[in-house]
Every structure is written in structure tokens, then in C-alpha cells.
């Protein structure tokens, strides 16, 4: 088991490779989305929020609605796909598995940010798509990192809770059923894992518990302070201001086939 959780100072993490499987278990207004943004906005290599339910923009960046439309020398990538099709999915990530470094040609990492890990496997997780358990198992080898969330971590693919490197944990109002889950992520009993979110909650509003499972350690971290919160890959968006968008023409989406040698050298996000 892991070692007791110890309270830290510092109010940001750092260390995370763009290779590993990072998790964020969190319920809705927990923090959750926040830290997967601010987490995702220092990766230096190229990076792919799959926005299941188009509900972020990202400054800068034009989002598409399927994998054809992207232009792969965006350094940033947005594409939406809220349809919930399994087809789909499995579809963009056998085309991410392409991008693999080495072998394909590739000489830069890929990093994949979505929100609802569960939404890959339409919360069945023994009917997650092949090309998706593929990812999360092999692509780490390959250059190919995942960075993800969930408020129901029972549902979330298999494959994801085995691999994952980092799991953080926010406090306050997790179903019954995913505390073992999360308990078993952190390596913690489950009575353990409980008194330590009662410890964080303790530490403010949106303190959270970061399990390194490399380190065999948990650490209690303090709320992202403000000057922490203004850097983030996406926003989200406001439903009361919000209309569903056209998807725009082939005229109007971006070239495909750009050349890799425009694309960002892939390195860890540094420490903050």
C-alpha cells in the first residue's frame, strides 16, 4: 500500500511526463476540469482535446468535428464529438495510433486531454473500443500520452486504471460505488483514502490528493491559487450563452497532410 498522504506547500504539481496516464477523479464544480486544463496547458509536445461534450473552447484554436478535418501541424488541437458513436471513437484513435513516434515517422509526442474518460466506452468498460484500449495500453512506448477525468471512475475503460501513472482525487460527493475505484488507484484502503479527502477538504474548497503510483506516495494538495488558475489549455462554455455551431464545410476546415517537420518538439511539462 501507499504511504500515508503528507500535505505539501506547493500549490501546483509537477513532473508529469508527456507519456504518462494521468487521471483526475472528480464530481461536477470539484475542480476536476480546472486542473485538466491547467495540467495540459504546460505540455510542450503536441496536444488533442477530444471535447466529448463540446462544451470548451480553446483560444486560438478552431475545433473540428471529426478526424479528417484536422490539421495536423497545429500544435494545439480541438476536435468535438459529442454524438456518443463508439465507431467513431475507436475511428479517431486508430488514426491517433498512426502518429506513434519512431517507426510512422513521427518525431514528436501527442498528448490526449478528454474530460469524461468514461465517454470512450459509453460507461461500459468491458465494451471499450479496441483502438482505444490499445492507446491507453501501448502508447506510452510510442510517444503518446493521456491526460483524463471522470466523475463516474467506475465506468472509465479498463485498461485506464491499470496503466494510469498520476491519479488525482478531489473531495466531496463521489458515488458509493467509485470510492473503492479510486481508493484502489491511490493504493489505499478505502477507509484511508476516505480520511485523506477529509484531510484535503480540510485544506480548502478545491484542495485535491495526488497519488504518484511510480513513487508509491500521496501528497495533499492546496487549491490552485489565482495566478495558477489564468493558465489553462480551454474554457468552458457558458450553456446560457451558447448555440450549437454549424460544422463547418471541407472549404472551411483546414489543409491535411502539413508537413511533421512544422510540429513542436515533444518534451515533459515542466514543473511549476
Same mark, same amino acid.
Given at each position: 500500500?501507499?504511504?500515508?498522504?503528507?500535505?505539501?506547500? @506547493?500549490?501546483?504539481?509537477?513532473?508529469?511526463?508527456?507519456?504518462?496516464?494521468?487521471?483526475?477523479?472528480?464530481?461536477?464544480?470539484?475542480?476536476?476540469?480546472?486542473?485538466?486544463?491547467?495540467?495540459?496547458?504546460?505540455?510542450? &509536445?503536441?496536444? /488533442?482535446?477530444?471535447?466529448?461534450?463540446?462544451?470548451?473552447?480553446?483560444?486560438?484554436?478552431?475545433?473540428?468535428?471529426?478526424?479528417?478535418? #484536422?490539421?495536423?501541424?497545429?500544435?494545439?488541437?480541438?476536435?468535438?464529438? *459529442?454524438?456518443?458513436?463508439?465507431?467513431?471513437?475507436?475511428? %479517431?484513435?486508430?488514426?491517433?495510433?498512426?502518429?506513434?513516434?519512431?517507426?510512422?515517422?513521427?518525431?514528436?509526442?501527442?498528448?490526449?486531454?478528454?474530460?469524461?474518460?468514461?465517454? !470512450? &466506452?459509453? *460507461?461500459?468498460?468491458?465494451?471499450?473500443?479496441?483502438?482505444?484500449?490499445?492507446?491507453?495500453?501501448?502508447?506510452?512506448?510510442?510517444?503518446?500520452? !493521456?491526460?483524463?477525468?471522470?466523475?463516474?471512475?467506475?465506468?472509465?475503460?479498463?485498461?485506464?486504471?491499470?496503466?494510469?501513472?498520476?491519479?488525482?482525487?478531489?473531495?466531496?460527493?463521489?458515488?458509493?460505488?467509485?470510492?473503492?475505484?479510486?481508493?484502489?488507484?491511490?493504493?489505499?484502503?478505502?477507509? *484511508?483514502?476516505?480520511?485523506? %479527502?477529509?484531510?484535503?477538504?480540510?485544506?480548502?474548497?478545491?484542495?485535491?490528493?495526488?497519488?504518484?503510483?511510480?513513487?508509491?506516495?500521496?501528497? #495533499?494538495?492546496?487549491? /490552485?491559487?489565482?495566478?495558477?488558475?489564468?493558465?489553462?489549455?480551454?474554457?468552458?462554455?457558458?450553456?446560457?450563452?451558447?448555440?450549437? @455551431?454549424?460544422?463547418? @464545410?471541407?472549404? *472551411?476546415?483546414?489543409?491535411?497532410?502539413?508537413?511533421?517537420?512544422?510540429?513542436?518538439?515533444?518534451?515533459?511539462?515542466?514543473?511549476?
Amino acid at each position: 500500500m501507499a504511504s500515508p498522504p503528507q500535505t505539501a506547500n @506547493s500549490q501546483a504539481p509537477g513532473g508529469l511526463r508527456y507519456t504518462d496516464r494521468a487521471f483526475v477523479g472528480g464530481v461536477n464544480g470539484s475542480g476536476k476540469s480546472v486542473l485538466i486544463n491547467h495540467l495540459a496547458s504546460h505540455y510542450q &509536445c503536441q496536444v /488533442l482535446l477530444y471535447d466529448t461534450k463540446d462544451e470548451f473552447t480553446v483560444p486560438g484554436v478552431d475545433a473540428v468535428h471529426s478526424p479528417e478535418r #484536422i490539421d495536423w501541424s497545429q500544435r494545439v488541437v480541438h476536435l468535438i464529438d *459529442d454524438a456518443g458513436d463508439l465507431r467513431d471513437t475507436d475511428r %479517431l484513435f486508430r488514426t491517433l495510433w498512426a502518429r506513434k513516434v519512431g517507426r510512422t515517422g513521427h518525431a514528436y509526442g501527442l498528448v490526449v486531454v478528454v474530460h469524461e474518460l468514461a465517454d !470512450l &466506452c459509453a *460507461d461500459q468498460p468491458g465494451k471499450t473500443p479496441q483502438w482505444v484500449a490499445n492507446y491507453i495500453r501501448k502508447g506510452r512506448a510510442h510517444g503518446l500520452g !493521456l491526460l483524463s477525468g471522470s466523475q463516474r471512475p467506475r465506468n472509465i475503460p479498463r485498461a485506464a486504471r491499470s496503466e494510469a501513472q498520476h491519479v488525482f482525487s478531489f473531495a466531496g460527493g463521489f458515488d458509493p460505488e467509485d470510492v473503492p475505484v479510486m481508493a484502489g488507484l491511490h493504493r489505499m484502503t478505502e477507509r *484511508d483514502y476516505e480520511a485523506a %479527502l477529509a484531510q484535503a477538504a480540510q485544506v480548502g474548497e478545491h484542495a485535491y490528493l495526488w497519488g504518484d503510483r511510480r513513487a508509491r506516495t500521496n501528497v #495533499i494538495r492546496p487549491p /490552485l491559487p489565482a495566478h495558477l488558475l489564468s493558465r489553462t489549455l480551454a474554457t468552458g462554455i457558458d450553456p446560457s450563452k451558447h448555440s450549437t @455551431s454549424r460544422v463547418a @464545410s471541407r472549404s *472551411d476546415e483546414p489543409a491535411l497532410g502539413t508537413s511533421d517537420a512544422q510540429a513542436p518538439s515533444a518534451l515533459e511539462a515542466p514543473e511549476t
